[in-house]
């Protein structure tokens, strides 16, 4: 990952695994003072190829993490086989894997991260979170941008949307921090009966233990993210930075280097202030819902 727009060629395996195998490798070769040279010497590659290995942008062959782990001298038996474990599983395909046709390559890498996200901070400006979408509202958004694709297509995007939302509840669930502005909850995709089952669904989800939903009201005036909508991803590994997402019509921006994050994450956090209180997120619920029903 880097400050650089992603449009492609990130894989299809799990990229969590592949970076957390990467910085294990990277770990090991740097206790043994080995180069980047050196290693790629050692598994008949080049230097990037190291470089790439251990940023997780590429799959991984057991001889070569083999190689390298005899190289750093890894004898012990159950870290070698935990560590060619861990390559097997990051060269498997995502959970998105059926639907991998209709996502181009810098969707499919946002998704393994959500996945794999312990915490996940998310400001929006024109749509609820995907996260929160019901049914027709993910409906009326696709059809936003692909009307003219055909009903199974459609059907196919909606269905890779609530297969996403399943993991606010698997086990062990990740945290979803979500502020909306205002505009969201006024504005009626789809028409007036499915914002009204949309905000309804976002009354239900307020009770998941895992999941805290702010309003920023119109008249809060300016604010610290009026820059557009992002999403901050933390991780459970210790290993993994935080991400910082940005998605644009056709790529998206991933933001991973401290300064960064460090800004966006600040922005994020006056937002939390700047936004009612989690307490009020009920009732301005409910206002707009009667706002709809006198519509």
Request: proline fraction near 5%; glycine fraction near 8%.
């Amino acid at each position: 990952m880097s400050t650089a727009e992603q449009d492609g060629g990130t894989g299809g395996g799990p990229t969590v695994r592949r970076m957390l195998l990467g910085a294990q490798l990277r770990r090991l070769r740097e206790d043994k003072g080995v180069s980047r040279e050196d290693a790629g010497w050692a598994i008949r590659a080049s230097e990037s190829k190291i470089s790439r290995m251990e940023l997780g942008r590429v799959g991984f062959k057991d001889r070569d993490v083999a190689d390298l782990l005899t190289l750093y001298g890894v004898a012990d038996a159950d870290e070698r086989a935990a560590l060619l474990t861990l390559a097997r599983e990051a060269n498997k395909p995502g959970w998105w894997h059926p639907y991998g046709d209709l996502l181009p390559n810098w969707l499919q890498y946002y998704l393994d991260l959500e996945a794999a996200a312990a915490l996940i901070r998310t400001y929006e400006i024109q749509f609820v979170p995907g996260l929160l979408q019901t049914d027709a509202y993910a409906r009326a958004v696709i059809l936003l941008g692909y009307g003219g694709a055909g009903n199974e297509e459609i059907d196919r995007r909606v269905g890779l949307r609530m297969a996403r939302k399943q993991l606010l509840t698997r086990p062990d669930p990740p945290q979803l921090w979500a502020v909306m502005d205002e505009a969201v909850l006024r504005r009626p995709i789809g028409g007036l009966e499915v914002m009204r089952a949309q905000i309804e669904a976002l009354e239900e989800a307020r009770s998941l233990p895992n999941v805290r939903l702010q309003v920023i009201p119109f008249r809060a005036g300016g604010h610290a993210a009026a820059g557009g909508a992002f999403s901050i991803l933390r991780f459970p590994d210790q290993d993994l930075p935080d991400v910082v997402y940005i998605e644009h019509l056709t790529s998206a921006l991933y933001l991973d280097r401290r300064d960064d994050v460090d800004r966006y994450a600040e922005a994020v956090g006056r937002l939390f202030i700047e936004a009612e209180p989690l307490t009020r997120t009920q009732e301005i619920l409910r206002s707009a819902l009667h706002e709809l029903d006198a519509a």
